[in-house]
């Protein structure tokens, strides 16, 4: 039998400067959510995560197979010429992801003359139909209208048995959370199973906390859920 993938951060450390990251924390399968202020070093984990970066001291041990990190600049991915050869280059399903991305019909197309959002669906798609066990999302819907968000919370719900981290600033594109993690100046917390470990949440976006101030704790975090909990208010 198959072990499921795992991700173990044993005493992780990396030093910028005078900032130091600290990661102990182990990730299984599920959608968790990886939250913090600005430079608090969620990226740089992001990193250290898809392997990407080594840490400085300290050992991550992984059982899976292949693992990837979408960057905030989906634009760093791009290492060929046209949409087919771009889908191409992740040695996936060509036809899938320009079908999923919703390009059929630009397989010829130069990249260049892609929107910021178009590109960002197809490497989104070529990810999230690829072979991975690890995916680690940095503001996955950063350049797309909302139409495209809830594209991407669908698929990223349709591949919760994968261990899919997401970072993310924006509170009402984000699919169903299983788990919630925290960067508080450079050390990583686990907050918890959502929704449970939201009335602890003691640095809470404005909405969880206009929310929580009325007595009214969403389901999760996702924007439906958060959706269904204001309308709990206005009934």
């Not at 900032?19 to 992001?46: N, Q, W, Y």
């Not at 349709?158 to 299983?178: G, K, Q, R, T």
């Not at 450079?186 to 939201?198: D, H, I, Q, R």
Request: charged fraction near 25%; aromatic fraction near 4%.
């Amino acid at each position: 039998m198959t072990k499921a993938p795992v991700i173990r951060l044993s005493g992780v450390t990396i030093k910028k400067g005078s900032f130091t990251l600290l990661a102990d924390a182990e990730f299984g399968p599920g959608i968790h959510l990886l939250t913090g202020r600005v430079g608090s070093g969620k990226t740089t984990l992001g990193e250290i995560l898809s392997g990407i970066a080594e840490p400085d001291d300290g050992n991550v041990q992984w059982n899976g197979g292949k693992r990837v990190m979408l960057l905030q600049d989906a634009s760093y991915h791009i290492s060929t010429m046209t949409v087919k050869e771009e889908a191409g280059s992740w040695h996936g399903d060509v036809e899938r992801t320009i079908q999923t991305a919703g390009l059929a019909g630009k397989e010829h197309k130069d990249l260049l003359s892609l929107s910021r959002g178009e590109v960002r669906r197809l490497e989104l798609a070529a990810i999230l139909t690829g072979q991975f066990d690890l995916i680690v999302l940095d503001e996955p819907c950063a350049g797309l209208d909302e139409e495209a968000r809830a594209w991407v919370r669908r698929l990223i719900s349709s591949h919760a048995h994968e261990i899919i981290i997401i970072i993310s600033h924006d509170l009402m594109s984000l699919p169903h959370i299983d788990q919630l993690w925290e960067m508080d100046n450079g050390v990583l917390n686990l907050l918890g199973t959502v929704p449970g470990c939201l009335r602890s949440w003691k640095r809470a976006p404005s909405l969880i906390r206009y929310l929580a101030a009325r007595g009214i704790y969403p389901d999760g975090l996702s924007r439906e859920e958060l959706e269904e909990a204001v309308c709990r208010i206005r009934g």
